[in-house]
Nanobody, 126 residues
């Protein structure tokens, strides 16, 4: 059974950092593109960052470039999103997704995924 489980969300002050983790099970990560997406109340889901299967090609939405870093450890079946210099506008539910049908950019720009986690809340507030 394919499963993605996010963790690491929470409440943080502006300027702070969080690291989200996405633990995958039931399939081999090597063959999948992974992405982090977020959805704030009243807004559409947005592709934040995506990473390719093995060569490490990454995509970031403009609003997080230079602040967020996506990485993957296929041996640990885990994908990470390091978030630094957090801003109140980063507040959202963050979701992890996986797909073997689209490229890194296609997945993020289109907010597409074949498998999705349940999400983890990130709140940036003083």
């Amino acid at each position: 059974q394919v499963q993605l489980v996010e963790s690491g969300g929470g409440l943080v002050q502006p300027g702070g950092s969080l690291r989200l983790s996405c633990a995958a099970s039931g399939f081999t990560l090597d063959y999948y593109v992974f992405g982090w997406f977020r959805q704030a109340p009243g807004k559409e889901r947005e592709g934040v960052s995506c990473i390719s299967r093995s060569v490490g090609t990454t995509y970031y939405v403009d609003s997080v470039k230079g602040r967020f870093t996506i990485s993957r450890d296929n041996a640990k079946n885990t994908v990470y999103l390091q978030m630094n210099s957090l801003k109140p506008e980063d507040t959202a539910v963050y979701y992890c997704a996986a797909s073997n049908r689209w490229t890194t950019k296609e997945m993020c720009v289109g907010s597409w995924g074949d498998y999705w986690g349940q999400g983890t809340q990130v709140t940036v507030s003083s």
